[in-house]
DNA sequence: GTGTCAAGAACGAGCGTTCGCTTTTCATTG
DNA sequence: CAATGAAAAGCGAACGCTCGTTCTTGACAC
């Protein structure tokens, strides 16, 4: 019984995927066919439906990736010691945006549009969710900042507000354009910090 | 030479838009068929064709109209007089956010999705961009809030906080889910007020 | 030689669009 | 004011094309 090792089993999954990504990165799910698909991949249909049962589990594969990439990357924010103050971390949270935008980021606001109609990617992005709070509330409460310190707003309250600051920047980014991610921090950076 | 009168021609023309705005809500732009559109519009295929050349117009007429009607909604809350303070606009912003969540939106996520693989949604939102821009910014400038007021920040940069702060609620309203509109716009304002 | 892997032609369903026909509308006319 | 006719409005079957999927065939590893 000839099978291919695993290690050759997953390059191949592999190299489906990044055909895929490639793909919906310049066409969109729906507009990229199984054959855009299968020619980046050099890979015939027969072969690729040994991987994937279908078109929507491709999509799905690719969507759970980004999703969990980006949950990955703000995760790793929160491991440095000692605990970096918010004015060290809002700056990177925003330049890790920036460099995102034209690949996780644009991949993450077509994601999100089709989690309104597509019940299968809500749920996957709903199991990563709490994660991504976590995360963004780990931070907050690590550095501590003044307005946390004062009991002026919870450490809940602030994350969900910086955590959604987050794709709204990539939104203006990538759509509304003319927008420097420096100036976007330190706009952030000073409403947090008490007066001079 | 016997015509509809003009009238009638809107009826129809929004008869048709109606029909595919809700499909669109329900299934997203590229699972609906024309024929899904057609049946709930109760018109033929070739009735159809006379009021839009194709499927394509059809999207992009409802996503014309969804960013109108965004941009007009917070075009008009800069009306009032005398100029409100951040404190009551802020929640107001919150509050028309929510309100609108599951139909401008929800379809504002699917078309800042769209837009990044369709140039033509891409351009149509551009054009309207400066717009909610400066809509934003002229209720930061007549608010004239402390942060403002001190040079800490600029009306501009302010004003782009704001702007995606919207989006930012949308998007965590309706993916992340369980986030209170009352809570989430006490922070912002808590964040903009001098200490108590 | 046996069973897995890949290839690629072929299939069938579904789609957007078109086209020829019928119905409706309204200016014109007797 | 009723009859008329011509052109627009609407209908819906049919077309042609695309696409996702399957299935048969051959190749290769063990």
Same mark, same amino acid.
């Given at each position: 019984?000839?099978?291919?090792?695993?290690?050759?089993?997953?390059?191949?999954? %592999?190299?489906?995927?990044?055909?895929?990504?490639?793909? !919906?990165?310049? &066409?969109? !799910?729906?507009?990229?066919?199984?054959?855009?698909? /299968?020619?980046?991949?050099?890979?015939?249909? #027969?072969?690729?439906?040994?991987? !994937?049962? #279908?078109?929507?589990?491709?999509?799905?594969?690719?969507?759970?990736? +980004?999703? $969990? $990439?980006?949950?990955?990357?703000?995760?790793?924010?929160?491991?440095?010691?000692?605990?970096? %103050?918010?004015?060290?971390?809002?700056?990177?949270?925003?330049? /890790?945006?920036?460099?995102?935008?034209?690949?996780?980021?644009?991949?993450?606001?077509?994601?999100?549009?089709?989690?309104?109609?597509?019940? *299968?990617?809500?749920?996957?992005?709903?199991?990563?969710?709490?994660?991504?709070?976590?995360?963004?509330?780990?931070?907050?409460? &690590?550095? +501590?900042?003044?307005?946390?310190?004062?009991?002026?707003?919870?450490?809940? +309250?602030? #994350? +969900?507000?910086?955590?959604?600051?987050?794709?709204?920047?990539?939104?203006?980014?990538?759509?509304?354009?003319?927008?420097?991610?420096? %100036?976007?921090?330190?706009?952030?950076?000073? /409403? /947090? *910090?008490?007066?001079?």
């Amino acid at each position: 019984m000839p099978r291919i090792s695993e290690a050759a089993r997953q390059a191949r999954r %592999t190299q489906i995927l990044d055909a895929a990504r490639a793909c !919906f990165l310049e &066409r969109g !799910f729906h507009q990229t066919s199984m054959d855009d698909i /299968l020619t980046r991949a050099k890979l015939s249909a #027969g072969g690729a439906y040994r991987y !994937f049962s #279908g078109k929507d589990e491709i999509i799905a594969a690719i969507a759970h990736e +980004n999703v $969990s $990439s980006l949950t990955a990357a703000i995760d790793a924010m929160a491991v440095p010691e000692p605990p970096p %103050t918010l004015a060290e971390t809002i700056p990177r949270l925003v330049a /890790l945006a920036d460099q995102m935008a034209d690949g996780p980021g644009k991949l993450a606001l077509m994601v999100w549009g089709e989690a309104q109609t597509d019940p *299968t990617i809500a749920a996957l992005i709903q199991t990563e969710a709490p994660r991504v709070r976590a995360a963004v509330q780990e931070l907050v409460r &690590r550095a +501590n900042p003044e307005p946390v310190a004062s009991g002026k707003v919870t450490v809940e +309250n602030l #994350g +969900n507000i910086i955590a959604s600051l987050v794709p709204g920047y990539i939104l203006q980014r990538r759509i509304l354009g003319g927008v420097d991610p420096d %100036t976007y921090a330190a706009t952030i950076v000073a /409403l /947090l *910090t008490p007066a001079d």
